[in-house]
C-alpha cells in the first residue's frame, strides 16, 4: 500500500470514529446539547485536533446521515442488481437496513433528528433518503404485481417498515438478547408475512 493511501485509509477511520462518537453523545444528549469537547473526549482527542477532521458541529451531523445513508444506499443497489424475487430483495434489504441501524456508528444515526442542518445539507440528506425510500417502495410495486404481495398501499408499507426499524434505536442495546442478525430476520419475517397472508395494517 502506498504512503498516500495509507494516509487515506487513516484519515477515513478516524473520521469514522468521530462519528462513531458523535452519533453516540448526539443520542445520549441530543444535538444542541452536545459540545464539540463531549465528541472529542471520548476519543482522546483534544477538540483542535477535531477541527482537523470536520469545522463543526453541523459537519459532523450531517456526516453521521451522509455515512450512515451512503451505506443502506449501497445495500439498496446491490439488490437490485440481483434477480431475486421481490420477497427475497425486500428482505435483504430490511437486514441491511437493520444492520446499518444497529452496527454502524453505534446504531444511532439514521434515527437521528437533521432539523438542524442548514438547507443545503439538508436538501442532500433529503435527497438521499428519499432515493432509498423510492427503491424500497419499487420492490413492494414488484411484489404486489407480480402477486407475492397483496395489494397494498406501497407508500404507506414503506413508512411502516421504516418507522419500526428507526424505533430500534431506542431500545437496542448491545449487551442485549438480540443482535442484529436476529433482529433483521425477526422484522422481515413480521413485515413479509404482513404482505403475503394480508395481516400487514389490519387491527
Same mark, same amino acid.
Given at each position: 500500500m502506498k504512503a498516500t493511501e495509507r494516509r487515506a485509509k487513516k484519515t477515513r477511520l478516524k473520521r469514522e470514529a468521530i462519528l462513531r462518537s458523535a452519533a453516540a453523545a448526539f443520542r445520549r444528549k441530543g444535538y444542541y446539547g452536545t459540545s464539540m469537547e463531549d465528541i472529542s473526549e471520548q476519543l482522546l482527542m483534544t477538540k483542535g485536533s477535531l477541527y482537523y477532521y470536520f469545522h463543526d458541529k453541523e459537519e459532523i451531523l450531517f456526516a453521521c446521515h451522509d455515512y450512515?445513508?451512503?451505506r443502506v444506499l449501497e445495500k439498496l443497489y446491490e439488490v437490485q442488481k440481483t434477480d431475486m424475487t421481490p420477497s427475497?430483495?425486500?428482505r435483504a434489504l430490511i437486514q441491511g437496513l437493520v444492520d446499518v441501524m444497529i452496527d454502524e456508528l453505534q446504531g444511532s444515526a439514521l434515527a437521528l433528528d437533521f432539523s438542524a442542518l442548514s438547507e443545503p445539507m439538508l436538501a442532500k440528506i433529503i435527497k438521499k433518503r428519499d432515493e432509498f425510500e423510492r427503491g424500497m417502495r =419499487?420492490?413492494?410495486?414488484d411484489g404486489v404485481r407480480s402477486g407475492e404481495f397483496r395489494k397494498f398501499d406501497a407508500k404507506l408499507a414503506t413508512f411502516f417498515i421504516l418507522g419500526a426499524i428507526n424505533w430500534i434505536s431506542r431500545w437496542y442495546r448491545p449487551e442485549g438478547a438480540f443482535? =442484529?442478525?436476529?433482529?433483521?430476520?425477526a422484522y422481515s419475517d413480521l413485515f413479509l408475512t404482513?404482505? =403475503?397472508n394480508g395481516t400487514l395494517g389490519r387491527g
Open positions: 450512515s445513508l451512503g427475497e430483495q425486500l =419499487a420492490i413492494i410495486v443482535q =442484529a442478525k436476529e433482529i433483521g430476520k404482513g404482505l =403475503a
